[in-house]
Structure formats: C-alpha cells, structure tokens
C-alpha cells in the first residue's frame, strides 16, 4: 500500500507543509484510491480525475477560493488548474511503482502514457520496465521526456549520463 506519509512527501513541493499537515485525511483519502486502483475495472484516466478532484476541492475548501498557500520558503503560491493535473500525474507514479513488471501493466501504461502525455507514465516505461522494451523504445522514452517537458520534472531522476 502506498502510504499517507509517501503521497504527502510527493505533494510537499506544491502544497507545501502548513497545508498538508493540517491534510491528513486528503492523504488518507488519494492513498486509499491508489490503493484500491484495479486495472480490470478501472482506468488510469478515471483515477488521475478522481485525484485532480480531491486535491482541487481540498485546496479550495480550505483557502475558501483564493487558491494561494504558503510554501516552506514562506512564499505565497496560487495554485492553477495545471498544477493539480501535474500533482494528480506525480501521484500516479507511486501507483506504477507498486505494479508488478509484467508486460500487461507495460502496454497498460504505454497506452495510457499514449492518450494522456503523462510525464509519470513515461516515468515508469523509462525508469521501471526497461527489461521489457529494446534500448531503442528506451532510447525514444528519453526523447521524449527530454524535448515534450520541461526539465524541472525530470531532471531528478532522469539518466543525465546519456
């Protein structure tokens, strides 16, 4: 299972601490949907809305509207609509991580990586199902991430080697 305490370390950089700490149930509650994520009845599509719309509706019933929260920095952010797609996407890939390496989870998150342009699912293909794809599909995932999105998300984790 994925933690409350794993989907607050990956929110922290956009909700930042003061918010999350008084969020427990919001973890609580997108932890439990990635728990409950089946590939026979769900789609991946479905469950990022339904995450995008908790973290959404969480920020907005609690800064009444404004959308602006306080970072660790001290700094006041307003959050866009785009930040909760992204946040929804990062939570994605917590899931992915959790999926056994079979290639049906691969053409799952191909597939899904194909119709959404989900940086997190490309993550995954990239990162975490490189056994099961010819270096030259792995050589066209860097590609992609590397020329589709901006370098602030990937640049922690991507190979910088090559």
């Given at each position: 299972?994925?933690?409350?305490?794993?989907?607050?370390?990956?929110?922290?950089?956009?909700?930042?601490?003061?918010?999350?700490?008084?969020?427990?149930?919001?973890?609580?509650?997108?932890?439990?949907?990635?728990?409950?994520?089946?590939?026979?009845?769900?789609?991946?599509t479905h469950l990022a809305q339904q995450l995008?719309?908790?973290?959404?509706?969480?920020?907005?019933?609690?800064?009444?509207?404004?959308?602006?929260?306080?970072?660790?920095?001290?700094?006041?952010?307003?959050?866009?609509?785009?930040?909760?797609?992204?946040?929804?996407?990062?939570?994605?890939?917590?899931?992915?991580?959790?999926?056994?390496?079979?290639?049906?989870?691969?053409?799952?998150?191909?597939?899904?990586?194909?119709?959404?342009?989900?940086?997190?699912?490309?993550?995954?293909?990239?990162l975490l199902y490189p056994h099961l794809q010819?270096?030259?599909?792995?050589?066209?995932?860097?590609?992609?991430?590397?020329?589709?999105?901006?370098?602030?998300?990937?640049?922690?984790?991507?190979?910088?080697?090559?």
């Amino acid at each position: 299972m994925i933690s409350p305490d794993t989907v607050k370390k990956t929110l922290l950089p956009w909700l930042g601490s003061a918010f999350l700490s008084a969020q427990e149930e919001l973890c609580i509650r997108l932890s439990m949907a990635l728990f409950s994520y089946q590939a026979q009845r769900d789609t991946l599509t479905h469950l990022a809305q339904q995450l995008d719309n908790l973290l959404f509706m969480a920020v907005r019933e609690t800064t009444q509207g404004r959308m602006a929260l306080e970072m660790d920095t001290g700094q006041l952010i307003r959050l866009r609509m785009s930040d909760f797609g992204m946040m929804a996407d990062e939570l994605l890939y917590l899931l992915f991580d959790t999926l056994e390496k079979t290639s049906f989870h691969l053409s799952l998150i191909r597939e899904y990586s194909m119709r959404s342009g989900s940086l997190s699912a490309l993550r995954a293909l990239y990162l975490l199902y490189p056994h099961l794809q010819t270096q030259e599909e792995v050589d066209i995932l860097r590609r992609v991430i590397t020329t589709s999105h901006e370098p602030w998300r990937f640049s922690h984790w991507i190979d910088q080697t090559n």
